[in-house]
């Protein structure tokens, strides 16, 4: 890696391998550049920064093998993160935490392209503190929900609050169980799901279920309540990992209803985003050491759901 300090830039080249010939320009940058998205990947290619046999080149454009490509990735701008007055669900607040019940359609921090109406823009203007551990972007912010899922998240408000919570999750001292109303009549009562997520191969921004280049992943699940085409289940991590719900859903074909990106294209109910919540979050207080238990009521857009599969199944009765 060359460091170009002068465009404040980093720089990579690489020969296109023999097993890469024939691969779509984005796709081979996605597979070694894990830590970029494809878009960001597209852009850079269309900016003329990525360069085959030094020459530009389109991102679907299909490498040879012993190509020459020179991968130039700008550095990011400083972004100022702007205080927002955002209304707040807030479940609990003292000096060191703060306990949310995050709406589904909410992004939980910042990213590029989107640096507004964030749950971090709404804790700055709510809060006096937030921990700096993760930088500018995503201040007091411990763990994290996709948008589309609502439910239950705690912020730190000092750096010691926050490397507290943060070994809490990483060693699951703080706990969390989420609600799912999923496709399809689960049989089991309950069960486990062991099966290691990854990247997906084409899409950078979907996880998959793999065996290479992977992590473990551990997901536990208990029947609520059973309809004729549908399952209300409660889920527990055992890992963290990227839609891990989600995605192990879906792999033993039980996919949340209203996933985009990994539930059936037909959408039967009016939910915008996954019928996923965060119910329920246990930890200890980071300063006190307090046991506490915090609880998200389920959103209107899921017990409505619930209602309209009930009231189908009194009729069948």
Not at 149 to 169: C, F, P, R, Y
Not at 196 to 205: M, S, V
């Amino acid at each position: 890696m060359e460091q170009n300090e002068k465009a404040n830039s980093s720089t990579s080249n690489f020969i296109a391998t023999t097993e890469e010939e024939g691969t779509r320009l984005d796709v081979l940058l996605a597979g070694r550049f894990r830590e970029l998205s494809r878009s960001h990947l597209q852009k850079l290619i269309a900016d003329g920064v990525i360069i085959v046999n030094g020459k530009q080149v389109k991102a679907n454009y299909k490498t040879q093998a012993n190509d020459a490509i020179r991968v130039t990735i700008p550095e990011a701008k400083p972004v100022e993160i702007l205080a927002e007055n955002i209304p707040l669900d807030v479940l609990y607040e003292d000096k060191d935490i703060i306990v949310v019940n995050k709406p589904r359609g909410m992004v939980v921090h910042p990213a590029v392209g989107n640096y507004q109406g964030t749950l971090v823009n709404a804790l700055l203007d709510h809060c006096q503190d937030l921990s700096g551990i993760n930088g500018e972007i995503r201040p007091g912010i411990v763990h994290r929900l996709d948008k589309d899922t609502s439910g239950v998240m705690v912020a730190a408000k000092n750096d010691h609050a926050h490397l507290n919570l943060a070994e809490q999750i990483k060693t699951r001292t703080a706990s969390r169980k989420y609600l799912a109303i999923v496709h399809g009549n689960i049989a089991e009562e309950q069960g486990i799901i062991n099966a290691p997520l990854g990247r997906h191969a084409a899409d950078r921004k979907k996880m998959t279920v793999t065996f290479s280049n992977s992590k473990e992943a551990i997901t536990r699940f208990r029947v609520i309540e059973r309809f004729t085409n549908f399952t209300l289940v409660e889920c527990k991590l055992q890992t963290g990992r990227t839609h891990q719900i989600r995605v192990h859903m879906q792999y033993i074909g039980h996919p949340v209803v209203g996933d985009p990106k990994y539930g059936p294209e037909k959408k039967q109910f009016a939910i915008k985003g996954q019928a996923l919540h965060s119910a329920e979050l246990s930890l200890k207080h980071p300063v006190t050491g307090e046991d506490m238990l915090f609880f998200a009521p389920l959103p209107s857009d899921m017990t409505d759901i619930l209602n309209r599969l009930q009231a189908s199944r009194r009729k069948e009765l």
